[in-house]
């Protein structure tokens, strides 16, 4: 895929840009249901923003395409640029709101989500044109779908165009169009999207399989379906594998699906097969969901390593499955 003005290691993003309002809670409260809550934080995060900095953290040259509001913006933008991410392609929509998500978080880790995405659904297929230069020279680049789906499809069809790596998170779950699916080379949904996406109820690594392999058969080029704190299983048009995850105690699992993105892109920007990219994810989803926030838990390139030397690796020894 390499191509004359190719950079290795570059990674695009296009996507969410949100702010999250966290509150603790002893346990996820039942419809129609008030608890008392505790630990109120304001934090960065959107899927989109949450992957940048993932990969930007891991020392890759990482690009952001997306939009901002009147309000948090200089708040986001100086956030990005602390992780090692280009803001060339951010833009301050001074019409709306900056997206945000409201997010309870259990004492077991587990948490609840809403979001408002404003400046999100503004961004335009003529944003994503403007960084043209920048997809071309990427490795990788890498979207969800909590933009317009049209944003969505152009920028997977202008990075397929130029031979780029395109992997597509189908988050938040809905249905798409195959030829949205066509345009990818890696689609990663997690259990409930590969179900809205497939029809398939992924209960196992068998159903995850068969999940994936009929997302190849709607037009993916291969497919990565996580599965939380079981690991991921890896589809492609030749073989299937199990990559079991590292076990950690989870302090917050917010984000852990876009820490898993991020090492993912990290891997296949630096020539990994998928296989071993997804190892990766896995690896930095479970030192990711040990802190709080979206995007604390992300590690530092030389927290990775470290973490790496102790090996951490030898632990998501995948199977074929």
Known sequence: ??????SEGVVTVVGSIHVDFFIRVPRLPRPGETIKGH???IKPGGKGANQAVGCGRLGLPTFMVGRLGRDFSELLLNNFRSNRVST?????DEETNTGVAFILLSDEGENMIAFDPGADYRLAPDDVKRAESVISRSSVLLTQLEVPLETVETALSLAKEKGVTTILNPAPARELPCSLLRRADVVTPNRVEAFMLTGVEVRD???AVEAGRKLLSMGAGSAVITMGGEGAVVVTSEDAYFVPAVRVKPVDTTGAGDAFNAGLAFGLAQGLPLVEAARLGCVIAALK???????EGLPWREELEEYLRKGVLELTTPTRV
């Open 1 to 6: 895929m390499a191509g004359a003005q190719r």
């Open 39 to 41: 630990g109120f934080a």
């Open 88 to 92: 060339d392609y951010v833009y301050v």
């Open 205 to 207: 690594v068998k159903t």
């Open 289 to 295: 969901v040990t802190k709080f926030g979206a995007q």
